[in-house]
């Protein structure tokens, strides 16, 4: 174990009373608490639909497969994002077309580059905020409805109440997706969430999570129905009652919590520039959002191994990781993509692809912890050159 984790999470005894009273309740598949759930979501992100689905994963899945994207449909993805995201566009049966990120300042998708990439096949684009900092989503939605009108679907999962020109990321497209992973600014253990202003949508992906079918088990329970027809393919992406309880009381801490990321965020930029670490570059320094402060990743110099880097700071006792790999870079993806293409015509992900590295960020922690890993990041960039 790490004396400095990469975070750590906020549950405590709410979480346990919830869970509990779930328990209690004899109740356990999806009924009250997650329709509960959905709509304290739904309410926090500013948008009519809060879907409740089993993970993050799945949520990007369904958003695609309610479209109706398939075989020759092409789906726009940053190079830097979680693996999930290209899972789900091949599961699907479409083609993901990779574009560049925006600089070393900003590590979301390119808009300039989503433009060069658009083709006539071009039916979604993807775009992630990345540690919790939202896209230019007001350029990305001019592009998108230019003319084509191409579904946008938010990938929020580092961005629960990040905002961006006035608005909440997973507002501004057909669709958000959100993941309650044990390492996201809320948690649920596994989980996730689909919201939308498309009432149509809304009620395909609710047929989708759960088989087709038209009436749910807290239906037919509650004496509604008595039977059920299947409308439509679809699969088991229901969330249950004990993880929606927990999501609740998250929910309600999320406010404080992004605010104690924040915090820490700001202690531990303020310690690394102190350090003045010469070539080391912290992204989202001029953004114009209101970030949820997920991750915080700095661009190691150019002449430090970042494999070094990490083995010196776990020596150290500070857990580091990478936020990401860029997509195609896998063994299981190289060959999905044209061979030597990204060199080409993805020059910053190129360029910083391996030097991103992620640092210690939690709500819990304190000013000595930002000047721990500090210190630590200076010496090991400095045992690594």
Same mark, same amino acid.
């Given at each position: 174990?790490?004396?400095?984790?990469?975070?750590?999470?906020?549950?405590?005894?709410?979480?346990?009373?919830?869970?509990?009273?779930?328990?209690?309740?004899?109740?356990?598949?999806?009924?009250?608490?997650?329709?509960?759930?959905?709509?304290?979501?739904?309410?926090?992100?500013?948008?009519?639909?809060?879907?409740?689905?089993?993970?993050?994963?799945?949520?990007?899945?369904?958003?695609?497969?309610?479209?109706?994207?398939?075989?020759?449909?092409?789906?726009?993805?940053?190079?830097?994002?979680?693996?999930?995201?290209?899972?789900?566009?091949?599961?699907?049966?479409?083609? %993901?077309?990779?574009?560049?990120?925006?600089?070393?300042?900003?590590?979301?998708?390119?808009?300039?580059?989503?433009?060069?990439?658009?083709?006539? !096949?071009?039916?979604?684009?993807?775009?992630?905020? #990345?540690?919790?900092?939202?896209?230019?989503?007001?350029?990305?939605?001019?592009?998108?409805?230019?003319?084509?009108?191409?579904?946008?679907?938010?990938?929020?999962?580092?961005?629960?109440?990040?905002?961006?020109?006035?608005?909440?990321?997973?507002?501004?497209?057909?669709?958000?997706?959100?993941?309650?992973?044990?390492?996201?600014?809320?948690?649920?253990?596994?989980?996730?969430?689909?919201?939308?202003? @498309?009432?149509?949508? %809304?009620?395909?992906?609710?047929?989708?999570?759960?088989?087709?079918?038209?009436?749910?088990?807290?239906?037919?329970? !509650?004496?509604?129905?008595?039977?059920?027809?299947?409308?439509?393919?679809?699969?088991?992406?229901?969330? @249950?009652?004990?993880? %929606?309880?927990?999501?609740?009381?998250?929910?309600?801490?999320?406010?404080?919590?992004?605010?104690? !990321?924040?915090?820490?965020?700001?202690?531990?930029?303020?310690?690394?520039?102190?350090?003045?670490?010469?070539?080391?570059?912290?992204?989202?320094? $001029?953004?114009?959002?209101?970030?949820? #402060?997920?991750?915080?990743?700095?661009?190691?110099?150019?002449? %430090?191994?970042?494999? $070094?880097?990490? @083995?010196?700071?776990?020596?150290?006792?500070?857990?580091?990781?990478?936020?990401?790999?860029?997509?195609?870079?896998?063994?299981?993806?190289?060959?999905?993509?044209?061979?030597?293409?990204?060199?080409?015509?993805?020059?910053?992900?190129?360029?910083?692809?391996?030097?991103?590295?992620?640092?210690?960020?939690?709500?819990?922690?304190?000013?000595?912890?930002?000047? $721990?890993?500090?210190?630590?990041?200076?010496?090991?960039?400095?045992?690594?050159?």
């Amino acid at each position: 174990m790490f004396e400095i984790p990469l975070t750590e999470t906020t549950l405590d005894e709410e979480e346990v009373e919830a869970a509990t009273r779930v328990l209690r309740s004899k109740w356990l598949t999806m009924g009250a608490e997650v329709a509960a759930f959905e709509q304290e979501f739904a309410a926090a992100i500013g948008t009519r639909e809060a879907i409740a689905v089993s993970n993050g994963t799945v949520a990007l899945e369904l958003s695609l497969r309610a479209l109706g994207l398939g075989q020759g449909d092409e789906v726009i993805l940053p190079t830097i994002t979680f693996i999930a995201c290209l899972n789900a566009v091949r599961l699907c049966g479409a083609t %993901a077309v990779l574009a560049d990120v925006t600089s070393e300042d900003d590590l979301t998708i390119s808009i300039e580059d989503v433009k060069r990439k658009i083709t006539e !096949r071009t039916c979604a684009i993807i775009p992630m905020a #990345h540690s919790g900092f939202p896209p230019d989503m007001t350029a990305l939605m001019r592009l998108a409805n230019g003319g084509r009108n191409i579904a946008v679907i938010e990938d929020g999962c580092h961005a629960p109440l990040a905002e961006i020109a006035g608005r909440k990321i997973g507002a501004f497209g057909i669709a958000g997706c959100w993941s309650f992973f044990g390492n996201k600014n809320m948690t649920t253990g596994e989980g996730g969430m689909i919201t939308t202003n @498309d009432p149509d949508f %809304a009620a395909r992906v609710r047929l989708m999570r759960s088989h087709g079918i038209t009436k749910t088990t807290w239906d037919r329970a !509650r004496g509604h129905a008595s039977s059920y027809d299947v409308a439509l393919v679809g699969t088991n992406a229901r969330m @249950d009652e004990v993880r %929606a309880a927990i999501g609740r009381v998250q929910l309600r801490k999320l406010p404080g919590a992004n605010e104690g !990321r924040r915090n820490f965020s700001g202690q531990l930029r303020a310690a690394l520039a102190k350090k003045n670490i010469t070539g080391l570059v912290i992204p989202f320094t $001029r953004h114009q959002g209101t970030s949820s #402060h997920h991750l915080l990743c700095v661009l190691l110099p150019e002449d %430090a191994s970042r494999d $070094r880097v990490m @083995d010196e700071m776990k020596s150290r006792g500070v857990q580091t990781s990478i936020h990401y790999p860029p997509l195609n870079g896998f063994g299981g993806t190289r060959s999905y993509f044209e061979s030597g293409k990204w060199v080409e015509e993805l020059p910053v992900t190129k360029r910083i692809a391996g030097r991103i590295l992620t640092l210690p960020l939690s709500p819990t922690f304190e000013q000595q912890v930002a000047e $721990r890993v500090a210190t630590a990041l200076d010496e090991s960039v400095k045992a690594a050159r």
